[in-house]
T-cell receptor, first 114, second 113 residues
């Protein structure tokens, strides 16, 4: 089944404890990205990747890192999480960047930073 | 800067009604427009994708139209059912830049039995 998967789905952590949220797609998509969703603010892009080893900042990159060593994986890293990073996170992918492609979303990761 | 607006933010209707959900965007330079459905605490399910060259797309009881020049899209839901209750999000893919989707804040639909 073609899908985008994320792990973990739920995470409660404490300020400053490094964490990684994994994202994987099995559709051979070139483009992947991370969004966060907050009440009243909607979905905002954090980082995106056009292809392997090509990443760039979205609208709200502060406090996050990403890497794209393999085509299928695009992990989101929070080196020192803070309470303002409590949010619902979505990974998305599409076939290629820069074109009329449908984007597919993962199931979301609900992160709480205490 | 592209902005996407969905009004109203919430709608409650009795079962069986035909519904029109509105979406407006400020910049007509888009690749496409997608409508998504989000159930509480869940991910986004893509409902319909309209390319910039298209006027409408249909899937079952759903029909989405696009008027790029006026910056508007509508999602039509025929014969609404309680199972249609969810938040509906509209998103555009702007030409150029990071290829991100720019989302509206969504419309929460409640269909009452």
């Amino acid at each position: 089944e073609a899908q985008v998967t994320q792990n973990p789905r739920y995470l409660i952590t404490v300020t400053g404890k490094k964490l990684t949220v994994t994202c994987s797609q099995n559709m051979n998509h070139e483009y992947m990205s991370w969004y966060r969703q907050d009440p009243g603010l909607g979905l905002r892009q954090i980082y995106y990747s056009m292809n392997v080893e090509v990443t760039d900042k979205g609208d709200v990159p502060e406090g996050y890192k990403v890497s794209r060593k393999e085509k299928r994986n695009f992990p989101l890293i929070l080196e020192s999480p803070s309470p303002n990073q409590t949010s619902l996170y979505f990974c998305a992918s599409s076939l290629i960047a820069g074109g009329p492609n449908e984007q597919f979303f993962g199931p979301g990761t609900r992160l709480t930073v205490l | 800067k592209q902005e996407v607006t969905q009004i109203p933010a919430a709608l409650s209707v009795p079962e069986g009604e035909n519904l029109v959900l509105n979406c407006s965007f400020t910049d007509s330079a888009i690749y496409n427009l997608q409508w998504f459905r989000q159930d509480p605490g869940k991910g986004l399910t893509s409902l319909l994708l309209i390319q910039s060259s298209q006027r409408e797309q249909t899937s079952g009881r759903l029909n989405a139209s696009l008027d790029k020049s006026s910056g508007r899209s509508t999602l039509y839901i025929a014969a609404s059912q309680p199972g249609d209750s969810a938040t509906y999000l509209c998103a555009v893919s702007p030409q150029g830049g990071s290829e991100k989707l720019v989302f509206g804040k969504g419309m929460k639909l409640t269909v009452n039995p």
